[in-house]
């Protein structure tokens, strides 16, 4: 790892590393740093992904981690805990103490979902307890589907879900309450609705699960900048234009500042930023390059 690069990417998942690899190809200094907590990692496959449908997670980040070292891009393992301008751009703590210099920023740390309190859910994950029906729902197409309320968009969780099976069973938990439209809806689309709380997938009878856990963006690293995450009913994000935050040197891509984006989403925001940062650094160097060759008298 050297002292200073033009481009610091916080995080090696789908948006860090096309941003890395778009940023690399445009022959900028580029360093990843990446903390090895990829959140579809208990899932064995990933879906509508153009070119790599089905591909394993890890297997994708396997190849892109090589496809960016390729081009003289620089990854790193460790955790980025804090970020501090210093003027000239930004100096990134890691969680060993050692320091870094970028001239800007690309933040792509992803979200961590918030699982339900429910016995099962978190050991089943990604098998056969779900969330998003594009990314799961081909291979539980006509299953017996439970879906389990977790939060407001519960509802329209079980909606959707119905389009992938006609055997779906909607549980309220006690946390949503139907009011007469959905109602009408779920009866007109066969879905059985279920009161009271569930406490254990072993007492219900289904050969695949549904929650819509929270999504608690992954940017308390922003703090210091004054970045803070905004609240939205499935859970945080940092808010940005396209993927430039209100902070100039410093741009977001995929579930950090999207929560309901996918893999090959999150991969086209992180080529997206990484344009959008090199421009920026262009916009500089031309100008100081002027300012060179041709000095105020």
């Known amino acids: 790892m050297n002292s200073n690069y033009d481009v610091i990417v916080i995080g090696g998942g789908a948006a860090g590393l096309s941003g890395a690899l778009t940023l690399s190809r445009a022959r900028r200094s580029v360093l990843v740093i990446d903390a090895g907590r ?18 394993n997670p890890l297997e994708l980040l396997r190849i892109g981690r090589g496809e960016v070292e390729s081009y003289g891009g620089e990854i790193v393992a460790g955790e980025a805990v804090k970020v501090s301008g210093t003027g000239h751009g930004f100096t990134v703590e890691l969680a060993d103490g050692s320091t870094v210099d970028g001239r800007r920023l690309l933040v792509a740390t992803g979200l961590t979902d918030e699982l339900p309190d429910i016995e099962g859910v978190a050991e089943r994950w990604g098998k056969d307890v779900l969330h998003c029906p594009y990314c799961h729902g081909w291979e539980v197409r006509d299953r017996s589907i439970g879906v389990i309320a977790c939060s407001p968009i519960s509802a329209h969780q079980a909606l959707m879900w119905r389009q992938w099976s006609d055997d779906v069973t909607f549980y309220l938990n006690d946390i949503v309450e139907l009011d007469d439209t959905q109602r009408k809806q779920f009866e007109a689309r066969g879905i059985r609705v279920v009161k ?4 254990s997938l072993d007492d219900l ?13 992954n940017a308390d690293v922003l703090t210091a900048l004054g970045l803070a995450v905004v609240e939205h009913p499935a859970g945080t994000y940092i808010p940005a234009d396209g993927e430039a935050t209100a902070v100039p040197g410093v741009w977001v891509a995929g579930n950090v500042t999207n929560l309901m984006e996918q893999v090959i989403g999150a991969a086209a925001a992180g080529v997206r930023a990484g344009a959008a940062i090199n421009a920026d650094l262009i916009t500089e160097e031309t100008e100081l390059a002027v300012a060179k060759a041709f000095p105020a008298a």
Not at 40 to 47: S, T
Not at 196 to 199: A, C, N, P
Not at 206 to 216: E, I, S, T, Y
């Open 38 to 55: 990829p959140r579809n990692a208990p899932a064995g496959n990933a879906h509508n992904y153009l070119g790599r449908e089905g591909v």
């Open 196 to 199: 009271g709380v569930v406490r």
């Open 205 to 217: 009878d289904h050969d695949a699960f549904v929650v819509a856990p929270n999504g608690r963006s």
